[in-house]
């Protein structure tokens, strides 16, 4: 009997330590140079070492002594041993994207949304390109307009087209077959798939400052006044890594120093989420001094420089840097607004072109309100590229959520994607926060969200002041 008690609490245990079987595997990238064990110990033989970004499919966990193991799968040669759980990088967020579920229940008020074309919110693509030109068309409003539909924004396609260099007949606000050559151009010469498509994407680049002309696929007119002319990435098999970038002087003046934005993407060379899709360090205090060394205090007209930097604490592979203010010998700072930052992007994963969705920052009575209540989820957001990349939509990916909360009780589930709530789009850094802050004690409005490819909708209520968060 006690063999029989000691067996069953084995299977017990041993079943506690295999989450991600009961799932189905789980898929994970080494962030660094780790050993691999014959066993879950680091006292066991080590059998080779896993080198940043190698892919590894999770077969069983494990705690030895307090500390987390995997038995893990080589996903290159199929080869099995055990990795410390701290050394992969789980891609949660994909596996939440892609795994199907249980459909709405119309009992709990969720109904699918049958035209999308009732809720124009949805119309906000998050493409936004902060190069996008003085008096083009409001970026967060890019939808599909097909072959023979109607919309203002035609007229302006065709005006850019042309000054672009690109030939499009006819008139009026008809997107017509003859727009399908001109756009295949515009495609080729810009880098973009050749399919003809009137696409968010499309007009996000055709309405930038840096789409190209037909002659040579270059911009019209660039005008950066300090700007980034290359870059680079180096990674470290002990999760450092180098980025280097080369900054131009065309300001006119000598330059002393300057302030750059910079993102972090966290790929191996491949569009997926590790919870966060990038770190941001942003230099938001003063600006800074090009160097510390004595050499060189002054950047003159024309002359460039090459910064390198040393990242300890982040494993990523891919980068995006721009020049948020600069400061010359004369004693002028010039900031440079947001909407109007030139993005260079290096490395792997990171689409030259892709912009982050900008978002304002909250003001602190909508800070105040948005903290007065909650909806009881945790997430992510999703933004366009990686939409696209799964098949999804951008928004706000709930990966988990408390029972009996304002969220559950509207029907969501952990796994969906919210789109909207009320008239606030979800998309961006902050844009729940502001959603929330929208609303009134009380009010009731409608939440869209994006679930096994189908978009649905459903009711919530702001609770009373009463409610405990």
């Known amino acids: 009997m006690k063999k029989l008690i000691a067996l069953f609490l084995s299977l017990c245990l041993l079943l506690a ?21 014959m066993d879950a110990s680091d006292k066991a033989m080590v059998d080779g070492v896993a080198s940043l970004g190698t ?18 799968t080589f996903l290159s040669n199929e080869k099995t041993g055990w990795v410390l759980a701290d050394d992969v990088d789980l891609v949660i967020a994909k596996k939440a994207i892609t795994a199907r579920q249980a459909e709405p229940s119309a009992a709990g008020g969720v109904i699918a949304v049958a035209d999308e074309s009732a809720f124009p919110v949805l119309r906000a693509s998050g493409i936004v390109d902060p190069d996008t030109l003085p008096g083009a068309p409001d970026p967060s409003m890019y939808s599909l307009i097909e072959v023979g539909q109607t919309s203002e924004t035609v007229q302006q396609i065709r005006a850019r087209l042309k000054a672009l260099g690109y ?151 891919g980068c995006m840097v721009a020049i948020m203010a600069y400061h010359t010998e004369s004693g002028h700072t010039v900031r440079i607004p947001e909407d109007q930052r030139h993005w260079y992007a290096f490395g792997k994963g990171v689409t030259a072109g892709y912009q982050p969705v900008l978002i304002t920052d909250l003001t602190e009575e909508e800070q105040r309100l948005a903290a007065a209540w909650t909806l009881g989820i945790s997430g992510v957001y999703v933004d366009p590229e990686i939409a696209k990349f799964y098949n999804a939509r951008e928004g706000y990916l709930v990966t988990s959520m408390e029972p009996g909360s304002l969220a559950d009780a509207a029907g969501l589930k952990a796994g969906d994607i919210l789109l909207a709530i009320g008239d606030v789009r979800i998309f961006g850094d902050g844009s729940l926060d502001r959603a929330k802050a929208s609303m009134a004690e009380g009010q009731t409005v409608t939440v869209l969200f994006y679930r096994n490819g189908k978009v649905w909708q459903t009711q919530l209520t702001w609770p009373s002041s009463t409610f405990s968060i």
Request: hydrophobic share 35%.
């Open 17 to 37: 330590a295999l989450p991600a079987l009961a799932d189905g595997p789980q898929i994970g990238y080494v962030n660094g140079e780790t050993k691999v064990y």
């Open 55 to 72: 892919q590894v499919r999770i077969e069983e966990e494990t705690l030895t002594d307090g500390v987390g193991w995997y038995r893990v």
């Open 167 to 317: 030939s499009v007949e006819g008139s009026g606000k008809k997107l017509t077959k003859e727009y399908t050559a001109a756009i295949k151009q515009f495609q080729k010469q810009n880098g973009m798939a050749q399919d003809g498509v009137c696409s968010p994407e499309f007009q996000a680049k055709l309405f930038s400052a840096n789409a190209g002309t037909k002659k040579n696929g270059a911009p019209l007119a660039k005008e950066d006044p300090l700007i980034i002319t290359k870059g680079s990435v180096k990674t470290s098999n002990k999760g450092e890594g180098i980025i280097s970038f080369t900054v131009k002087n065309k300001t006119g003046e000598k330059v002393d120093a300057f302030d750059f934005d910079m993102r972090l993407y966290s790929t191996y060379g491949e569009r997926f989420l590790l919870g966060s899709l990038s770190d941001k360090i942003t230099i938001m205090d003063e600006i800074k001094v090009f160097n510390a060394s004595e050499e060189r205090k002054t950047l003159s007209k024309n002359q460039e420089m090459t910064l390198s930097m040393t990242m300890g604490d982040y494993y990523f592979a």
